[in-house]
């Protein structure tokens, strides 16, 4: 079984800053994916940032970081220089099975973050 | 770019009634999930279909039931409300089972009353 586990329920921080978003993850199978999911008030689920168990480099999306430490099994999102429009419940999640498969998605338990002007 | 769209964006049942939410996938997307949120939950995994077939089946109750059609499409068909239910219920989609993204829809928020 997977678990994702993300130990702040709430981060706040100073526009134009960086912040990182902190998971863990547990899983017994040696491919896996990991993504990172944006939640505003509006409801929707907008995909930032995917990595593979087996990508050698950490991924990378215009602002969006992952900070991948397999043996930690930990996937931090970093964000840089962040916006007011940042402000959102960001949810860790992982995928089970093959290395690069979107099957089904186990979600942590979000961490809301909020940015100051 | 086309995204997953699900249809309607709110639905508000009463108990013991049925509902059915629909989801068209972006185009060439033959695999489809089904996802529930409750308040101020996480999403939970429900059901996936690919290419017109059951995949995976994750913490669905009985009263629910889904399936995808030839043009992709997905219904996921509730019956019986609960209180409970009341979730907001979201689709993804991705182009076959061994990819890199799951696209979700903008979810379909139901309240039973």
């Known amino acids: 079984a997977q678990k994702i586990t993300q130990t702040q329920p709430g981060m706040f921080v100073q526009e134009k800053e960086a912040v990182t978003l902190d998971c863990t993850y547990d899983?017994?199978?040696?491919?896996?994916?990991l993504f990172w999911y944006k939640q505003p008030s509006s409801g929707e689920m907008i995909f930032l940032i995917y990595?593979?168990?087996?990508?050698?480099q950490n991924a990378t999306e215009g602002r969006y970081s992952l900070n991948f430490q397999k043996a930690r099994k930990s996937a931090n999102l970093v964000i840089s220089a962040s916006q007011l429009g940042d402000s959102a419940m960001y949810f860790c999640?992982?995928?089970?099975?093959?290395?690069?498969?979107?099957?089904?998605?186990?979600f942590g338990s979000g961490t809301q973050l909020t940015v100051l002007p | 770019a086309a995204g997953v769209i699900q249809s309607p964006r709110h639905l508000i049942k009463e108990k013991r009634e049925t509902a059915t939410l629909k989801c068209y996938p972006i185009?060439?997307?033959?695999?489809v999930y089904w996802y529930q949120q409750g308040p101020g939950q996480d999403p939970q995994f429900l059901i996936s279909?690919?290419?017109?077939?059951?995949?995976d089946k994750g913490s669905i109750p009985d009263r629910f039931s889904a399936q995808q059609f030839s043009d992709y499409h997905s219904e996921l068909n509730m019956s019986s409300l609960e209180l409970g239910d009341s979730a907001l219920y979201f689709c993804?989609?991705?182009?076959?089972?061994?990819?890199?993204?799951?696209?979700f829809g903008q979810g379909t928020r139901l309240t039973v009353v």
């Open positions: 993804a989609s991705s182009p076959g089972q061994g990819n890199t993204e799951a696209f």
């Open positions: 899983t017994s199978d040696p491919s896996y994916g």
């Open positions: 990595q593979g168990s087996y990508d050698q």
């Open positions: 999640a992982m995928s089970a099975g093959w290395s690069g498969s979107a099957r089904q998605l186990t």
């Open positions: 185009p060439r997307h033959d695999t």
């Open positions: 279909f690919y290419e017109k077939m059951q995949s």
